[in-house]
């Protein structure tokens, strides 16, 4: 069974910086595409990043690019997301997603495995 554990959320302040994990167990990490997703209040989810299997290529959700940056571990089977400049409109549930494919996904639907999300809360 596939487990996707994410951590390091919480309530920061604007300006701030947060480092999101995800611990997986039950795949083989090594050959999964990870991803980050966030789900806002009131809005549909959207893609914020991804990384290939060996971790040689990133894609960013463009609006993000600059303030967000992913990163893995297979030896330790996690996938992080440092987040930088925090905004209020950070503010979302952030989840982590698995696809047992080589190429990083941006599509919400081509992910096979998904984490239960984590909160983040930037205030003003």
């Known amino acids: 069974q596939v487990h996707l554990v994410e951590s390091g959320g919480g309530q920061v302040q604007a300006g701030g910086s947060l480092r999101l994990s995800c611990a997986a167990s039950?795949?083989?990490?090594?050959?999964?595409?990870m991803g980050w997703f966030r789900q806002a209040p009131g809005k549909e989810r959207e893609f914020v990043a991804a990384i290939s299997w060996a971790g040689g290529t990133t894609l960013y959700n463009d609006s993000l690019k600059g303030r967000f940056t992913i990163s893995r571990d297979n030896a330790k089977k996690t996938v992080s997301l440092q987040v930088n400049s925090l905004k209020p409109e950070d503010t979302a549930v952030y989840y982590c997603?698995?696809?047992?494919?080589?190429?990083?996904?941006?599509?919400?639907?081509?992910?096979?495995?998904w984490g239960q999300g984590i909160q983040v809360t930037v205030s003003s």
């Open positions: 997603a698995a696809d047992s494919s080589s190429r990083p996904r941006t599509i919400e639907s081509e992910y096979e495995y």
């Open positions: 039950g795949l083989t990490f090594s050959r999964s595409a």
